[in-house]
């Protein structure tokens, strides 16, 4: 029943590590995008995702590598992992311009 | 000039009070705005959505949009100790289908 998932819930690592948080929707959306939510609780758009084109690149590490091979599933993969990197990362999909945006429950990513 | 501004908060009130939300945003081309609402450790979950000036009422809660003042708020009438959370104001741009959230307003809804 769950509308967007994600995979692992909490993800503890150590530095230089590679990691990947996966994502899937059952919701029938075009769009998918990853934010990271910091420890001031502030949420930052990464990437967007239409019909798996990349349409939002932001001002990102290029460590941060998403992919999606399909509408319903978007995958983050993160090289060389930093300290600075620890946050929770959050999928999120909509149907499209003006639709508002369907949360999963977040991947809490420490790295030690 | 930050994207999106609210409120840092804390905001407390006594529960059945009216509590009142307040976010400006600075692209005036901008054309969806959402609260979200945000209980610590969950993700966020929306709450109102509203695209046109004036007031959107659902239940408890009404959005006010005005956006010739680009202003966008949230009142939560009858507050409840459950009203307890974060709630973040978004804006939808015009371009790409970005949505940018403010900092979110911390609200406290005292017994």
């Known amino acids: 029943d769950t509308a967007v998932s994600q995979t692992p819930k909490y993800l503890v690592t150590q530095m230089g590590n590679d990691k990947s948080i996966k994502c899937e929707q059952n919701l029938g959306h075009d769009t998918m995008y990853w934010y990271k939510q910091d420890s001031k609780k502030f949420l930052k758009i990464m990437f967007s995702?239409?019909?798996?084109?990349?349409?939002i690149n932001e001002t990102v590490p290029n460590r941060f590598s998403p992919k999606s091979p399909d509408k319903a599933h978007l995958n983050l993969h993160i090289n060389s992992l930093e300290l600075g990197d620890s946050a929770v990362y959050f999928c999120?999909?909509?149907?499209?311009?003006?639709?508002?945006?369907?949360f999963g429950n977040g991947t809490r990513l420490t790295v030690t | 000039q930050k994207e999106v501004e609210q409120n840092s908060g804390p905001l407390s009130v006594p529960e059945g009070a009216i509590a009142s939300l307040n976010c400006t945003y600075s692209d005036r081309g901008s054309q969806s705005f959402f609260w979200y609402r945000q209980y610590s450790g969950k993700s966020p979950e929306l709450i109102m959505f509203i695209y046109s000036n004036g007031d959107k009422e659902d239940g408890r809660f009404t959005a006010q949009l005005n956006k010739a003042s680009q202003y966008v708020s949230l009142l939560i009438r009858d507050s409840q100790p459950s009203d307890s959370a974060t709630y973040l104001c978004?804006?939808?741009?015009?371009?790409?289908?970005?949505?940018?959230f403010g900092p979110g307003t911390s609200l406290s809804v005292i017994p």
């Open positions: 995702y239409n019909n798996k084109e990349l349409i």
């Open positions: 999120a999909s909509s149907q499209g311009t003006g639709s508002p945006l369907h």
């Open positions: 978004a804006v939808k741009k015009t371009s790409y289908d970005k949505v940018i």
